[in-house]
């Protein structure tokens, strides 16, 4: 059964710091891998997709990698801006599912000023 | 506007009451998804629809109705709401294509008590 684990749960930093986030999966066996962006009282926004046969993802100051040999995906988030503090999950859809993504429980990320 | 919109917003039943959450999305995607986040738990599948009238179970089913007539709706519906059923709970659709991303609504927050 696949699972998805994010180290650390929480995480603090100053405003400006480069930093990375880290999802890990059990079965290397996936389609994809999505990282979402959730705020306080909302949904969750998906922020970067990556196919399996893809190693990196990039949309402004947010790279997400993919390893898929090792189970290891990483959202990189340079510059840090205070904007940037919500909760982060990845989820993996596994390569034999039609459509039931696996969530991690998510990076709780906080930028002070 | 396109996208999911999910009702009510905010809902408080009794135990033993029959409530039904609302989602509809204007995107005309084949798939639609139910999901309720818990702390500790994170995000787990309860049921999803690849199509009208198509309907599968996700990991935590029990206790809870689904049914989809018409595709842009996907209402799901507690016959008997218990206290373990104090959630909240998120409606997601996405595309047939599964390498696209999944989009959430903004979610309703259910307590029962």
């Known amino acids: 059964k696949q699972e998805v684990t994010q180290i650390p749960a929480a995480l603090s930093v100053p405003e400006g710091e480069n930093l990375v986030l880290n999802c890990s999966f059990t079965d290397s066996a996936i389609y994809n891998l999505q990282w979402f962006r959730q705020d306080p009282g909302k949904g969750l926004t998906s922020l970067l997709l990556?196919?399996?046969?893809?190693r990196e993802q990039t949309s402004g100051r947010l790279n997400a990698s993919l390893d898929k040999s090792s189970g290891r995906s990483t959202l990189y988030i340079a510059a840090s801006q205070p904007g940037d503090s919500a909760t982060y999950l990845c989820?993996?859809?596994?390569?034999?599912?039609?459509?039931?993504?696996?969530f991690g429980k998510g990076t709780k990320l906080s930028v002070k000023p | 506007d396109a996208g999911i919109t999910q009702s009510p917003r905010y809902k408080i039943t009794e135990t033993g009451r029959q409530v039904t959450l609302m989602c509809h999305q204007t995107w005309s995607h084949s798939y639609m998804f139910w999901y309720r986040q818990d702390l500790g738990h994170g995000l787990r599948l309860i049921y999803y629809s690849a199509a009208a009238d198509i309907t599968d179970k996700g990991e935590v089913p029990d206790g809870y109705v689904v049914s989809r007539s018409k595709t842009e709706n996907f209402p799901l519906t507690l016959e008997s709401a218990t206290r373990s059923q104090t959630s909240v709970y998120f409606c997601a659709s996405r595309d047939r294509d599964r390498g696209q991303p999944l989009h959430f609504g903004n979610g309703t927050r259910l307590t029962v008590t």
């Open positions: 989820a993996v859809l596994d390569g034999g599912s039609q459509g039931n993504l696996i």
């Open positions: 990556i196919q399996s046969s893809q």
